[in-house]
């Protein structure tokens, strides 16, 4: 197709007086180059400085702009255009100023201006055709000869005729509106193929026409033509940074080319900038299900499922995603929609397993049979149904080796029968076939090994030995044969020799990753797994380990195993500095960077960290869930509320309900009651129902003091989700609504259903701890002999076994107490009087008196002090102390004052 471009030709500037339109641009040709137009318009330009109440000058640089695409531009310069020309302009001008405002679509100005032409000139003529093509005029009476023969075609759906109409007309600035509209036409009728080739043509005319690049773009992404439409794509992006249209036809491009992870990238710029269609989400989903993120497919597929035919290959993602969820249930209804053939078998027999796995007998059974009652072309695939069945008794050995007959019996298939033969304790049959294989092919490696695993299982020691000596002959140092060694080793306690094997392992191959985690999780002693990470450590740096990330993040997962944070962060910080190969700028290293220095409460660094990960990688999910650890560590709720907000834009849609429910609960923590309550009234309907938006919305009426309403969303939110924490705030709710016995009565049904919910159990004696001591102290034993109690079970045990006067139990409870909390001012207390109580009254002062001398400044210890003085009936000691003691918060204020008037009745 010749590519020519209309462009304006003038005479030299250079001989025209800045102030004279002689010798200027006086008409326009076809002639130039676009490159040539360009320089036109520069000088144009130059020409309305010099004389900017030129008329000529005006209309040239509009027309100019026209042919380069740029509306706007245009309708700019031909309204000043119109300003100076108010009386007759000729016709080939008018046209040009109903062409304009035609392409910038503002056919409210094309109708007042229509009002000004002559009704019966040509142009009055193309003004009601061009406002009938646009929808603003009813009439279908249309009077210029081109749209008079080429609207019937539109109107009828005349696709083909539509063409060989186009092929007519030069591919020129002449016939561009025409073609616009036939490929507005076709793009309307969803004819994508051919509206990307009328659109095509129209780029080559008018490069800087958005519209027609976007819809050029939408085409040939819509007629899979994602070659070309990535072309248009990456046109709109250099004027539009981040366009959801762009990057949903990039996504799909890198999608087919298997880079997934700059799709993913891709697709959720365009979901979160509000591009919502069933292409979009169908991406996603498809891009999130290749990367492994089942949870994210998930999503994504349950917002277009019904749009799937059942019958098209895509609804087996669906199916597969759902059982990757672990929501086998709803797969199996998927897959009775899917027809069992030998590509959908892998799929249902994976779901089998799954519902198996789960107990769903019934529906594994069913899904099962219908898989047996199949033909099948592909022996392989047979085969495989027929393993599965023989795993789970449901086929004989006999079925298993047949169906093994018509499969391709290459190293995998051996393989699957061989373990499916092991997995049914059929060793005998497995030897059977093995030594026949090995026959044919005695140095294969892959059948020595599996020759291992059977004779392993059979217990014959000497031939295990043999076989691994053939293998070590053929493969010497095979990982399986060191790692079936090591783990041996270990087994028959001689850790010793096992973890020299790993070292050499290590020493030889330096990054084995199988033996570095065997050697560190096979350490029990801190001593043995420093010096394990230390002899790893000598490796990784005589190899230069730190020029690659594997190594150096094993390392320092290493040296934190064994609490050398900072020996891990110094590791991660070596290769940042010196690695050359920065494309592992990755999120794993900044990740553990921030783990590391939140380990050692490191929070200024650990939040120099994420601002390094941010810097380099930008915020993700993965960024926002260590951000959220950092503020709850740090008590930070304000850094929380930073880090989802700058979050917010580039999670997907999905996700918004999410970090709103995020954003109130440190927004409660800051007592934004106001802010907290308008976000969380902005969730869904959906979101609205679920536990934690009823917990919140409870929070909200406690934050306000209004616990009867907090206690109807706790229960709402309990009903749907029975953890201790929503019943313990529904707990709190009643009791501080004065509904006490609602409180004891609803702990003791959920301890019903969940008797070791210690928190609960706890929280329930202490309501009864005044009122109904005996009550409190059954739960108290209930939590020792469960080996669920706490210091502060212990020592409130204790404590009402002192008032009942059950002083011997009493003290030994508080013993184990103290012995746990030695510096917890009650437990230290109740210690104190358990030793009183059972007359060990020096013991008791020795204490009081150590703790006191070496904690002056303390209010507490002094108290504490003067009260074992009182119980042990030194009163006049016990006053002298009291006078050296500063009381300073109210609450001290009133301590001193009630011991002040205790020790004065007694003097």
């Not at 080939?92 to 007042?112: A, R």
């Not at 270990?490 to 070292?503: C, E, P």
Request: net charge negative; charged share 25%.
């Amino acid at each position: 197709m010749k590519n020519i471009f209309l462009t304006i030709t003038f005479f030299s500037l250079c001989a025209c007086s800045p102030n004279s339109e002689k010798n200027s641009f006086d008409s326009l040709s076809s002639e130039s180059t676009y490159s040539e137009l360009s320089t036109s318009i520069v000088q144009l330009r130059n020409a309305v400085a010099s004389s900017p109440e030129s008329a000529k000058y005006r209309y040239l640089l509009a027309k100019a702009y026209l042919y380069q695409g740029k509306y706007d531009f245009a309708e700019k310069e031909i309204n000043r255009f119109l300003d100076f020309v108010k009386l007759e302009r000729p016709s080939h001008e008018n046209k040009t100023v109903l062409e304009i405002y035609f392409l910038s679509e503002n056919f409210v100005t094309l109708q007042e201006f229509a009002k000004t032409l002559e009704p019966i000139s040509e142009e009055a003529s193309l003004a009601n055709d061009l406002l009938v093509l646009a929808g603003y005029a009813s009439s279908s009476n249309l009077q210029t000869k081109i749209y008079k023969d080429m609207y019937p075609l539109l109107r009828k759906g005349k696709t083909k005729e539509l063409r060989s109409f186009l092929n007519t007309l030069p591919l020129d600035q002449s016939s561009y509106v025409q073609r616009y509209i036939a490929s507005k036409f076709y793009f309307s009728i969803n004819e994508f193929n051919f509206a990307s080739a009328v659109l095509d043509g129209l780029h080559k005319v008018r490069p800087n026409d958005t519209r027609v690049i976007v819809l050029a773009a939408i085409s040939y992404y819509k007629s899979q033509s994602l070659e070309e439409a990535e072309y248009f794509a990456n046109l709109i992006l250099k004027a539009n940074k981040d366009n959801p249209i762009a990057m949903l036809i990039k996504a799909s491009g890198n999608f087919k080319l298997g880079n997934y992870l700059l799709a993913e990238q891709e697709i959720d710029i365009a979901l979160s900038r509000g591009i919502e269609s069933f292409e979009a989400r169908l991406t996603a989903a498809l891009v999130s299900y290749q990367l492994g993120n089942f949870e994210k497919a998930y999503n994504h597929f349950k917002k277009i499922e019904d749009r799937i035919p059942r019958s098209h290959p895509i609804y087996r993602y669906v199916t597969a995603t759902k059982l990757m969820v672990a929501e086998p249930i709803e797969a199996y209804n998927s897959s009775k929609e899917l027809q069992v053939n030998d590509t959908t078998l892998p799929l249902l027999l994976s779901l089998a397993s799954k519902l198996d796995e789960d107990g769903k007998k019934k529906q594994a059974n069913e899904l099962l049979n219908s898989m047996k009652s199949r033909e099948f072309n592909d022996g392989n695939v047979k085969f495989a149904l027929d393993s599965f069945l023989k795993s789970t008794g449901r086929v004989d050995t006999f079925s298993l080796e047949s169906s093994f007959s018509q499969a391709s019996q290459d190293i995998q298939q051996k393989a699957i029968l061989i373990t499916t033969l092991l997995s049914d304790d059929d060793e005998e049959t497995a030897l059977k076939y093995l030594d026949e294989w090995l026959l044919d092919d005695p140095n294969s490696v892959e059948l020595l090994l599996l020759k291992v695993a059977t004779l392993a299982k059979l217990g014959n020691e000497k031939e295990v030995n043999e076989t691994i000596s053939k293998v070590e002959a053929i493969s010497p140092d095979h990982p399986l044969i060191n790692s079936y060694r090591a783990v041996t080793l270990l087994k028959q306690g001689d850790k010793l020799a096992s973890h020299s094997l790993l070292k050499r392992v290590i020493t030889k191959e330096f990054y084995s990753p199988w033996a570095v985690e065997l050697l560190i999780n096979s350490s029990n002693s801190r001593k043995e797994l420093v010096g394990n990470v230390e002899f790893l450590t000598s490796v990784y740096n005589d190899n230069h380990g730190h020029k690659h990330l594997a190594p150096t993040l094993d390392l320092a997962f290493a040296q934190a195993s064994a609490d050398m944070f900072e020996d891990a962060i110094a590791t991660v910080e070596r290769w940042q500095k010196e690695s050359s190969n920065k494309e592992v700028e990755s999120r794993a290293v900044y990740e553990l960077k921030t783990v590391l220095h939140l380990s050692l409460k490191q929070y200024d660094k650990a939040k120099n960290a994420l601002f390094e990960w941010k810097s380099s990688l930008g915020v993700s999910k993965e960024y926002l869930i260590r951000a959220l650890t950092l503020a709850d560590l740090n008590n930070d709720p304000q850094f929380a509320l930073l880090s989802i907000e700058e979050t917010k834009t580039t999670l997907p849609e999905e996700e918004s309900d999410n970090l709103s429910l995020l954003k109130t609960r440190y927004l409660l923590k800051l007592e934004r009651l106001t802010d907290a309550i308008s976000t969380l009234n902005s969730c869904s309907y959906s979101t609205k129902k679920k536990p934690l938006w009823k917990k919140l919305k409870g929070q909200t009426f406690a934050l306000d003091k209004d616990y009867k309403q907090a206690s109807v969303y706790f229960l709402d939110a309990y009903k749907l989700n029975n953890s201790t924490e929503i019943a313990l705030y529904l707990m709190q709710s009643y009791y501080a609504s004065n509904q006490r016995k609602l409180a004891e009565n609803f702990a003791l049904q959920h301890l019903e259903l969940y008797p070791k919910d210690s928190a609960v159990r706890m929280r329930l004696a202490e309501l009864l701890f005044n009122h109904s001591p005996t009550e409190a102290l059954r739960h108290y034993e209930y939590l020792d002999d469960n080996q669920l109690a706490t210091v502060g079970s212990l020592n409130n045990q204790a404590w009402l076994l002192l008032k009942m006067g059950e002083n011997a139990r009493a003290l030994e409870l508080s013993k184990r107490a103290y012995k746990d909390a030695p510096s917890e001012i009650s437990v230290l207390d109740t210690y104190l009087k358990s030793l009183v109580a059972n007359a060990e009254n020096e013991e008791a002062l020795r204490l009081a008196e150590s703790l006191y001398s070496e904690n002056r400044e303390s209010f507490e210890i002094g108290l504490i002090y003067i009260k074992i003085l009182y119980d042990i009936g030194e009163v006049v000691s016990a006053d002298k102390a009291l006078k050296l003691l500063t009381p300073n918060t109210r609450k001290q204020q009133n301590d001193y004052r009630r011991m002040k008037d205790l020790l004065s009745t007694s003097l």
